[in-house]
T-cell receptor, first 110, second 111 residues
Framework: EDQVTQSPEALRLQEGESSSLNCSYT??????LFWYRQDPGKGPEFLFT???AGEEKEKERLKATLTKKESFLHITAPKPEDSATYLCAVLETSGSRLTFGEGTQLTVNP | EPEVTQTPSHQVTQMGQEVILRCVPISNHLYFYWYRQILGQKVEFLVS????????KSEIFDDQFSVERPDGSNFTLKIRSTKLEDSAMYFCASTGSGELFFGEGSRLTVL
């Protein structure tokens, strides 16, 4: 069974304090790994898809990387508006479902 | 920017009643999904739909659930006889080429 584990569960940063979120996964075959941002009471907002080990993608202060066992979401010089829950999800080669992790709740204090 | 729209945003119903949640996927997308998120828990897959039929469903998606694409734009989730444990946020999603885009969700409260 696919497993996606995110750490830490919660992270508090000061504005400008860079850090990384981790997503480790176990799948029989990875078609893609997805990162989403979710604000309270809202739907997941698409950030990135990574398809193969070694791939990296960037968007503003966020950078996602992928290895064969895990993915990192690096946040550089975060701002309070980056506060949200960040979700990781995997799509297996056989099947059409995304399997989500529990998420990391990020709080950035001014 | 195209988006997935869902209605209603919030529905309160009595246990045993039927509920229909509606979604308008992004117009050129061909794959449609329903996910749910119980308060404080992770997002869970319910069902995927392609070419007017279910392509995959989870263990959660039992006989009380059904999906339909009644016309060229809407995609619906019907819960036939709601239970207390059906209370959750229900998210519709669609994709055309890999990236899955979600709607803002319909909050279902079963009393």
């Amino acid at each position: 069974e696919d497993q996606v584990t995110q750490s830490p569960e919660a992270l508090r940063l000061q504005e400008g304090e860079s850090s990384s979120l981790n997503c480790s996964y176990t799948v029989s075959g990875l078609r893609g790994l997805f990162w989403y941002r979710q604000d309270p009471g809202k739907g997941p907002e698409f950030l990135f898809t990574l398809y193969s080990a070694g791939e990296e993608k960037e968007k503003e202060r966020l950078k996602a990387t992928l290895t064969k066992k895990e993915s990192f979401l690096h946040i550089t010089a975060p701002k309070p508006e980056d506060s949200a829950t960040y979700l990781c999800a995997v799509l297996e080669t056989s099947g059409s479902r995304l399997t989500f992790g529990e998420g990391t709740q990020l709080t950035v204090n001014p | 920017e195209p988006e997935v729209t869902q209605t209603p945003s919030h529905q309160v119903t009595q246990m045993g009643q039927e509920v229909i949640l509606r979604c308008v996927p992004i117009s050129n997308h061909l794959y449609f999904y329903w996910y749910r998120q119980i308060l404080g828990q992770k997002v869970e897959f319910l069902v995927s739909f392609y070419n007017n039929e279910i392509s995959e469903k989870s263990e959660i998606f039992d006989d009380q659930f059904s999906v339909e694409r009644p016309d060229g734009s809407n995609f619906t989730l019907k819960i036939r006889s709601t239970k207390l444990e059906d209370s959750a946020m229900y998210f519709c999603a669609s994709t055309g080429s890999g990236e899955l885009f979600f709607g803002e969700g319909s909050r279902l409260t079963v009393l």
